[in-house]
């Protein structure tokens, strides 16, 4: 009946097309590069789990790692205010390229500010 935003951004496909365009942005980003791995693939993989639950589709993040605890696993990574901004540009560029529009991109969108936000856990000189 009523459509989740996991099926108004067009699901599985739409999805692994934003992942794979952020991680490229992230793998050169140089306030980022240097705390994620050098290959990306399990890190996208995934994130695609994530973002699918994230949205309100399948559990699949849950149903391979248990709950998310997102903060607790990002606490071994310094995560300053400018890498939440950089991490956030990634994703809108990420965004522009595969042409996400619309609500479901804005609402997204605003939600990704808040749970990176929630995500920094270093003050910006101690990096
Ligand atoms: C994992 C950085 C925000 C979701 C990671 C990893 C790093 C990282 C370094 C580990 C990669 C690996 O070892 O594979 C950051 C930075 C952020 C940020 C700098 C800036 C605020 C977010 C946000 C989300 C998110 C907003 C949610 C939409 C995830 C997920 C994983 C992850 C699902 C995989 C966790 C796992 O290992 O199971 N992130 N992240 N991150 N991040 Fe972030």
């Known amino acids: 009946m009523f459509q989740s935003p996991y099926e108004a951004i067009g699901g599985e496909q739409v999805i692994a097309k934003l992942v794979d365009a952020f991680y490229e942005r992230v793998a050169k980003h140089p306030d980022l590069s240097p705390i994620f791995p050098k290959d990306l693939t399990e890190t996208a993989r995934k994130q695609k789990q994530f973002l ?43 965004m522009d390229e595969i042409g996400l529009n619309g609500p479901v991109r804005d609402e997204l969108y605003q939600r990704l500010i808040l749970t990176a936000q929630h995500m920094i856990n270093t003050p910006e000189d101690e990096r």
């Open 52 to 94: 699918t639950q994230y949205l309100g589709g399948p559990p699949l993040y849950t149903a391979e790692h248990g709950h998310p605890m997102l903060r607790a696993r990002h606490l071994p990574f310094p995560i300053t205010p400018t890498r939440a901004k950089a991490w956030l540009a990634c994703m809108h560029e990420a």
